[in-house]
């Protein structure tokens, strides 16, 4: 198994590979602007990193989000083009599931949050039961209309740490890692559970509002 | 390869997910997936409408190409994609699957510009351009005339609109008399049944202190909407077809009169005309008939490759990689207001990318405005 995890889903452009086991090579930067500039570079150094070219793939891992969109359709753009030309499987994850993977990793066990900034003083964001147990889908909110569910839980992910007085715990790790989210994808490959289609979780309708009508210029 | 590269060119500049091939100045596939419906009822293209109906139609129409040209992906010599100008998050798409589409093959990519593609289509009709090209480009999105010695590192500013784009005040009337959106089209029918003399509406900066080559259309759009108003007001009816045909000759008229001026003035033989807006029956035909008076040979492509669409996109990436241009790199953006002066975003490496081929610049033209139209 050699999988390529790619995630923009929030300010961390992040990718790595992963053989099942162990992630073999990764990079992570933060950079909320230049997910188009930044992704393409990042899987080339991560391939020579590893000595490794993309025809060794078994597979594609991409965040799904929820995520603020031009960056998150970066990831998916990138992840399905490559399946489709290399001809394997593209398996889309939740990004929070990731991040909660990762908080698992870092220690955290019982119930918590994972919140990522949805900009517009919203969170996107849900609870797990465990890392691997998400309660419920992904949503996006004021912090302060979510507040009493997350009470006194744990927090992982910027948007918690964006609003201290909602998400009181706020914990590592702050930022999305691709190399959780590949071990995630491995985890499941393994246990034969399924994954989410390649389409983004928008959590929101576009900005668009239906002209009433047009201005009248003549003065009345 | 040289003198016929086989090139994939991408397009999401604005609404239309396009995916053209092209071997050398021959189409052989131009596959569009258009989100105007879903536009529609908002009266005008909204962004993120736009950008999520790319990143849905993206692979799928590229595969529609590969198969309609009926060549292997491997085959291609470049990836040739729209970096701007354009909508950021729509152009965002194209270059991001670009990117992967040509690093996944091992192919050069190519970051073109939108309004040079527009003129470089006019290959896959009438052959390869004249050097220099007289370019008319007008669309909802741009109204400019352009001088292009070489399409694929000279392309030169004349003049563009100072206000709306020609293709936009289309969509404006079209809002006022409640016809629909986009606008272009059935001002153009209407107005085959409607007398263009019928109202004369003002032709904005033709005055003879006005720059020459620049383009307004506000004006006209106000002075429109006032008279239709005024009807309405005294309670009479709207001659709409009269309207239509008045108000799309006003625009005709100014748009072919500059153009014709311009290659006149820079003794240019020859006339382009791109864009959506050069789909117009009337533009067309004024056109001709005023390129005929004045010894100018016109060339206009069909309808189709004048509106959005990847085989324009194709065509410049083609000659791109004949004229042994630059590739550009894996950290290419999606630029929105790239100038019109960039006809491609070349790498700051460019020899990564170009696989070891060392050409001579076979086209090298003098800066001297004197030395280019003798
Ligand atoms: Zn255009």
């Known amino acids: 198994m050699l999988l390529l995890a790619v995630d923009t889903a929030t300010p961390a452009v992040t990718v790595a590979l992963h053989d099942g086991r162990d992630t073999v090579a990764e990079s992570n930067q933060v950079d909320a602007r230049r997910h188009g500039e930044l992704l393409l570079p990042s899987v080339d150094r991560v391939l020579a990193e590893a000595g490794l070219g993309l025809d060794a793939l078994t597979g594609i891992v991409v965040g799904v989000g929820p995520g603020p969109y031009t960056g998150l359709r970066v990831g998916l753009a990138t992840a399905t083009t490559f399946a489709a030309v290399l001809g394997i499987p593209v398996h889309g994850l939740c990004t929070l599931d990731g991040l909660a993977y990762a908080a698992g990793a870092a220690g955290i066990g019982g119930p918590f949050t994972v919140a990522t900034d949805a900009r517009r003083k919203e969170v996107y964001w849900a609870r797990y039961e465990d890392p691997l147990t998400r309660v419920g889908e992904p949503a996006v909110d004021r912090p302060a209309d979510i507040a009493e569910q997350v009470a006194g839980m744990p927090a992982v992910g910027q948007g918690a740490r964006l609003y201290p007085q909602v998400f009181t715990d706020a914990r590592d790790p702050e930022h999305q890692s691709a190399a959780a989210l590949a071990a995630l994808a491995a985890h499941r490959l393994e246990a034969g559970l399924d994954f989410l289609p390649p389409a983004p979780l928008y959590l929101r309708r576009p900005d668009a509002q239906v002209p009433k009508n047009y201005k009248v210029v003549t003065p009345q | ?374």
């Open chain 2, 1 to 374: 390869m040289a003198d016929e590269p086989l090139v994939l060119g991408i397009e999401t500049s604005c609404d239309e997910t396009g995916v053209g091939i092209v071997r050398g100045t021959t189409l052989l596939a131009d596959a569009v997936a258009s989100s105007v419906d879903e536009h529609a009822r908002f009266g005008g293209v909204v962004p993120e409408v736009a950008s999520r109906a790319h990143l849905e139609a993206m692979v799928p129409t590229i595969e529609r190409a590969l198969k309609e040209a009926g060549v292997s992906a491997r085959d291609l010599d470049g990836i040739a994609v729209t970096a701007g100008p354009g909508l950021a998050g729509a152009l965002l798409v194209g270059v991001s699957a670009a990117k992967a589409y040509a690093y996944a093959l091992g192919k050069p990519l190519y970051g073109v510009n939108h309004l040079a593609s527009h003129i470089c289509v006019d290959q896959l009709e009438h052959g390869p351009l004249p050097e220099p090209t007289m370019a008319l480009l007008v669309s909802g999105g741009h109204s400019s005339l352009l001088l292009a010695p070489d399409i694929t590192s000279d392309v030169r500013p004349l003049g563009a609109t100072i206000d709306d784009a020609a293709g936009e005040a289309f969509d404006k009337i079209a809002r006022v008399l409640q016809l629909g959106f986009p606008g272009g089209p059935v001002i153009d029918r209407l107005a085959k049944e409607g007398d263009p003399k019928a109202i004369n509406f003002p032709r904005g900066l033709t005055g003879s202190r006005d720059p020459a080559y620049d383009f307004s259309f506000s004006g006209l759009k106000t002075a429109v909407a006032r008279w239709i108003e005024a009807k309405r007001n005294a309670g009479e009816e709207v001659p709409v077809r009269d309207v239509a045909a008045s108000f799309q000759e006003a625009v005709v008229d100014v748009l072919t009169r500059k153009a014709i001026r311009a290659c006149k003035d820079e003794g240019v033989d020859h006339l382009m005309i791109g864009g959506g807006v050069a789909a117009n029956s009337r533009l067309r035909a004024l056109a001709q008939e005023r390129c005929d008076d004045a010894g100018i040979v016109l060339r206009v492509p069909r309808p189709k490759l004048c509106t959005d669409n990847g085989a324009m996109v194709a065509a410049l990436g083609a000659e791109m990689v004949r004229r042994n241009r630059p590739a550009s790199d894996w950290d290419l953006s999606a630029d929105s207001s790239l100038p019109v002066t960039d006809p491609h975003v070349p790498g700051t490496a460019g020899e990564e990318h170009s696989h070891g081929h060392v050409h001579d610049h076979d086209h090298v033209h003098e800066l001297s405005k004197d030395n280019l139209y003798q």
